[in-house]
């Protein structure tokens, strides 16, 4: 069975730091496109990061310079440092692994991509 269990989330003021975690099972994470999505009421989800199977990475620019993507093949996770957080940055958080071209228009597109159950993330001002 494949599942992917994001844990991490919570609500945090302005300023403070979480850091997400994807775990999955069914699945290797070794050869796969992996990111984080999000989604705040009222609007539709956005990429925040990804990372390639060779290790590259790809930040929106609303996130860039405060958000970490990292993944351990070995325990199968996906993590999402975020630092300096912002009442903007409240959102469901989903993580997501393809098989696909490691862009966040293809992510958000391919039918065959593995979605998480989400996280919530709340920062208060």
């Known amino acids: 069975q494949v599942r992917a269990l994001e844990s991490g989330g919570g609500s945090v003021q302005a300023g403070g730091s979480l850091r997400l975690s994807c775990a999955a099972s069914?699945?290797?994470?070794?050869?796969?496109?992996m990111g984080w999505f999000r989604q705040a009421p009222g609007k539709e989800r956005e990429g925040a990061a990804a990372?390639?199977?060779?290790?590259?990475?790809l930040y929106a620019d609303s996130v860039k310079g405060r958000f970490t993507i990292s993944k351990d093949n070995a325990k199968n996770t996906l993590y999402l440092q975020m630092n300096s957080l912002k009442p903007e940055d409240t959102a469901m958080y989903y993580c997501v692994a393809v098989s696909a071209p490691c862009l966040f228009a293809v992510i958000a597109d391919t039918p065959f991509a593995y979605w998480g159950q989400g996280t919530q993330v709340t920062v208060s001002s």
């Open positions: 069914g699945y290797t994470y070794r050869d796969k496109c």
């Open positions: 990372i390639d199977s060779d290790g590259s990475t």
